[in-house]
């Protein structure tokens, strides 16, 4: 089994190395940023964030967390429960700073968009656009039972065969985050407090059959950011609208990136 796919570059952090792939554009526009799910990684987005950058015309940054992809393995043992605030409010500073870019539009799947929320509530002049895609601000119980499924899968329904064509140790990188997610401790996480304190507009997509979560947690975003907000709920599509519904997902995001770069207007 081939391991996962070689990226153009490699950035040292305290803590290890991540891969990461840059894409040339505009420099007088936002880079976009793309963060990506809880079992994902940065070849794992395929051909999406060049499709992004090819429409908007702005580079584009991609790179794998820690313990995914051709990045540095996990230590072991499943992720501390505050593992995406330490990337939202650590590494990904660290990230942006190391390489040079200031307001970025971050557009995350999944964990990736839990991530840019916190990101964006916590330093809320540092970003310039958020693009969240299935995003979790609280734990539903649904959210709970696709867990345990996958758990399911890949311990016997080929889940680990397909990992393993993207991540280093594709039973490392699941465990970790399998384990997090599936702690009992893991059920009181929320952050619904850092909700306020985004003021960049935001774009939210929600599949209406997503299994990990409902149109409940884009209700509370929207309810609560403080800056603009539209949210796309997508019928019949499930936890990746970019993949599963692109041609709705594609020009929604390519406007929102034009309406930043002219003066957002809803």
Known sequence: MSGPPVLDGRLALDDGEIEYRRIEGDPALPVTVFLHEGLGSAALWRDFPDRVAAE?????????????????????????????????????????????????LLVGHSDGGSIA??????????????VVMAPHV???ECSIRAIVEARRAFDSGGLDKRLARWHRDAAGTFDAWN??????RFRDWNIESYLPKVTAP????????????TRAQTDRIAAQVSGPSEVVLLPGCGHAPWREAGEAVMPAVAAFAARLVGGYRL
Do not use: K
């Open 56 to 104: 908007t015309g702005a580079a584009a940054l991609v790179y794998s967390r820690l313990g995914y992809g051709g990045s540095s393995l996990p230590a072991g043992g499943a992720f501390a429960l505050d593992y995406m605030h330490v990337e939202a409010e650590g590494r990904l500073p660290a990230i942006l700073a190391a390489l040079d870019i200031e307001r970025p």
């Open 117 to 130: 929320l916190i990101h964006a509530g916590a330093f809320p002049d540092a970003v310039a656009g958020l």
């Open 138 to 140: 609280f734990v539903e």
């Open 179 to 184: 384990l997090a997610w599936l702690d009992p």
């Open 202 to 213: 935001l774009l939210a997509f929600q599949g209406e059959a997503d299994p990990y979560g």
